[in-house]
């Protein structure tokens, strides 16, 4: 039988906002966290893929994390952020209002997706709730807010967009 100290687990998170939403990643998936930098366009990428940025000479893709999870789009001002998180073994960008914090969460304040929470994000996208002080923290499961598939998909709209500037490049 597991001891009190086994199932008490800390969590790191990275906190940003969506709205009036607020929501936790696990600083494990993070990358960096950006400002919002030039989008360029990709024809034919589902609708919550903003582009793709240049970012140090790497591709990344990009979504837009409200559009995704179907929650208002807010206006982009100076706190937009992307996050850079790592989703199978691929790196992809989020847009985000803001980041506000990183903080510790122990397991004994969060619980899973209770019913009665009220959040008009789907769900499966969600792993849990934190439970703070004086307010409720959204966990997301990122592999969950977008998928194997969806992630492959986006690497093949991002190689070809780079072979497509290659060959304008050369020419």
């Known amino acids: 039988m597991a001891t ?3 199932q008490k687990k800390e969590y790191q998170l990275v906190v940003f906002n969506i709205g009036e939403e607020e929501f936790g990643v696990d600083i494990a998936q993070v990358r960096e966290i950006v400002r919002l930098l030039g989008i360029t366009y990709m024809p034919k990428a589902p609708a919550f893929i903003e582009g793709v940025v240049n970012l140090r000479g790497q591709i990344v893709a990009i979504i837009d994390l409200a559009k995704r999870l179907g929650l208002p789009s807010s206006p982009r001002g100076e706190t937009t952020r992307i996050i850079i998180i790592e989703i199978a073994e691929n790196t992809v960008g989020m847009i985000v209002d803001s980041v506000s914090e990183v903080l510790r969460l122990s397991s004994e304040d969060m619980e899973d997706v209770p019913g009665l929470i009220e959040t008009e994000v789907p769900e499966h996208y969600i792993r849990g709730v934190g439970k703070l002080k004086d307010r409720l923290l959204v966990l997301l499961d990122l592999d969950h807010v977008l998928t194997h598939d969806e992630v492959q998909r986006v ?9 497509k500037n290659k060959k304008e490049e050369q020419q």
Request: aromatic share 0%.
């Open 4 to 6: 009190s100290e086994e």
């Open 155 to 163: 690497e093949r709209h991002v190689k070809a967009a780079v072979s």
